[in-house]
């Protein structure tokens, strides 16, 4: 696979996960992350989950539950 193409890959997922998370109505767990946005691995889903908390898209409200940042939510024009 081109370096090209996983990077746009990668790109995709994590994405997938923000637009999740700005229109989840309750915090959101990884496995919920797995089964209903990348269908992959639970190690890539913590991966991204983990990645999007670091820089300030998601918010950790429980040791296993996330959920959108305001500025998530800003991002694609959720409602709070």
Known sequence: MKAQ???FEIFE???DVL???ANATSPFTVTEIVE???NGSR???YKCLSVLHKEGY??????I???ATQKTRELFGAKS
Request: hydrophobic residues 40%; aromatic residues 12%.
């Open 5 to 7: 193409q996983k990077q």
């Open 19 to 21: 637009l999740y998370a």
């Open 58 to 63: 998601l918010t950790k409200v429980s040791t």
């Open 13 to 15: 997922r994590y994405l």
């Open 36 to 38: 209903r946005v990348v």
């Open 65 to 67: 539950r996330f959920e």
């Open 43 to 45: 190690a890539c889903a």
